[in-house]
């Protein structure tokens, strides 16, 4: 297999060098270079006639005209997108610059020589983000003495996953919100019971870990360091000793009916959607909703799926993973330095690298229509999601935002902009979401080697089969939970996992 990983970044690196010389070529006969950028699709929509690229990106394109840099940005459906442009870079048509939350995709395309050295162009950055990212951050994107991508370095740090429960029905049932798993697992067979055409405990087919991660963890112990580092860099958490009682309890449910016997079929999430907005769902753990529609939390139409902790440990702490200290890695392809395009690439990177420009860009200060500042003297006011739309411009530029992204301007200016853009919902809402989501107390960076490991080759396709795994042991006939979980996880084994499990422990144990 590492015989294949080598043949195919070979042919990487060759179909890509064509590509970007000949855009280079193109862009040197208009006087520009053109860098292409890539930033998540996420399905919004952008108003007046203007796109992804040609939105958000007017000003940015605007500061770095002078300097003989024009940007395209290239839209990635947000999920596959390590998958996409694996396919992108084998058929040539790749964007420069490229950004990824998976770190072993950077590890493995830096040792196969694919991907730049930024060693030599480090101090063409920020003064001040080369110090942000000196020690695990700078560590975490090196390989073989490489520096092989740039660390995102968040302002603050979010749960991955949240959890949302019908406030509504709890209080019908006389019943206190659920502060624990006990608790949360009494409040879904009241439910069910008392409320047939309701789903007490939402889930979908999709291949992401957002609907059990959270609950598996709850039945899992932090208090040992090795066993930390062994699982917790990636998808392997939720393989961790005491997680398959979690798998277990999610099996229940699934054959009790508290999670949707057909969950396995709404691979889109269709149905996810449709029974959230229509107020069927009493709990849900879900991905960050920032920018959610919330009149599908039903807090516009009598119903109010609302922030919920219900998820201690196993050492009774309500403590979940954050969005980490790298939050994402900016790599650009090698090709895109063979063809002479490095200059213009670090005159991006070095701009959106300093804090005041991510933050005029984030927040749209750059627009004449946004304010300057608001009465509480705040230094940057969010214009509403729909002022951003009919403007034409994106819902959030935070995936533009590659390397300096996250900025908190304080609870009081969150909860201001949230209600701005959802006049609707009450304050107490966007309050208590940021009491739970924002919390330091209640999160912790997931502990992760800073470097490479042989093994880290298999973890971008480990983690798509872990997904698939735990929808198949939460979905197993009753009384096969056992068989359905050894035959899985075999699976797993055949594809490595155990080669990533002790190639982890035997560097704890050589380290410590």
């Known amino acids: 297999m590492k015989k294949g990983i080598a043949i195919f970044c070979i042919l990487i690196v060759a179909m890509s060098a064509i590509f970007a010389q000949a855009a280079a070529e193109s862009s040197t006969a208009k006087g520009m270079t053109d860098v292409t950028v890539m930033v998540y699709e996420r399905g919004a929509t952008i108003a007046n006639g203007s796109t992804l690229d040609n939105n958000d990106t007017r000003w940015l394109n605007e500061q770095l005209a002078p300097k003989g840099v024009h940007l395209t940005f290239v839209g990635i459906p947000r999920s596959g997108a390590d998958a996409t442009v694996e396919t992108m870079i084998a058929a040539g048509t790749a964007p420069d610059v490229i950004v990824t939350n998976g770190r072993e995709r950077v590890m493995q395309y830096g040792s196969q020589g694919g991907l730049v050295d930024f060693t030599p162009y480090l101090d063409r950055l920020d003064p001040e983000y080369q110090e942000l ?92 360091e090795r066993t930390n580092f062994i699982y917790e860099p990636s998808f392997t958490n939720c393989l961790r000793p005491g997680a398959k009682e979690g798998f277990q309890q999610l099996n229940q449910f699934y054959l009790d009916g508290i999670i949707p016997k057909d969950f396995a079929l709404d691979v889109d999430e269709t149905k996810f959607n449709q029974a959230r907005a229509n107020g069927q769902v009493a709990f849900m753990l879900y991905n960050g909703t920032d920018t959610t529609d919330y009149t599908q939390f039903g807090l516009t139409d009598g119903f109010m799926l609302w922030p919920a902790d219900t998820l201690p440990n196993a050492d009774g702490d309500h403590v979940v993973p954050s ?188 380290n410590h």
Not at 400 to 421: E, H
Request: proline share 4%; with cysteine.
């Open 323 to 510: 969005s980490g200290s790298v939050n994402r890695y900016v790599y650009v392809l090698k090709s895109a330095e063979d063809a002479g395009k490095m200059d213009a690439i670090m005159e991006f990177l070095s701009f959106m690298s300093n804090e005041d420009n991510a933050n005029t860009f984030a927040n749209r200060l750059w627009s004449s229509e946004a304010a300057a500042l608001d009465e509480t003297g705040a230094p940057y006011a969010l214009l509403t999601k729909q002022e951003l739309m009919d403007l034409g411009y994106a819902e959030r530029t935070s995936d533009m935002n590659n390397i300096r992204v996250n900025f908190d301007f304080g609870k009081a200016n969150y909860v201001k902009n949230q209600v701005a853009s959802a006049p609707n919902v009450p304050e107490e809402f966007f309050e208590a979401k940021y009491d739970i989501t924002r919390s330091v107390d209640g999160l912790y960076h997931n502990a992760a080697i800073p470097g490479t490991l042989p093994s880290d080759t298999y973890m971008s396709g480990l983690q798509t089969l872990i997904c698939e795994f735990a929808l198949k042991v939460i979905s197993a006939p009753a009384g096969q939970f056992e068989k359905v979980w050894a035959e899985s996880y075999a699976k797993l084994v055949e594809n490595h996992l155990e080669d990533v499990l002790n190639d982890r422990a035997a560097w704890y144990d050589a």
């Open 133 to 224: 990212i000196k020690g695990t951050p700078i560590n975490m994107c090196s390989i073989d003495g490489g520096l092989y991508a740039l660390p995102g370095m968040p302002g603050y740090f979010v749960r991955g996953h949240e959890q949302y429960i019908r406030k509504d029905l709890v209080e019908a049932l006389g019943m206190e919100m659920p502060d624990t798993r006990e608790e949360l697992i009494e409040f879904l067979y009241a439910v069910k019971k008392n409320y047939p055409d309701m789903i007490p405990y939402a889930f979908s087919g999709k291949i992401t870990d957002a609907c059990f991660f959270q609950f598996v963890l709850s039945y899992t112990s932090r208090a040992d």
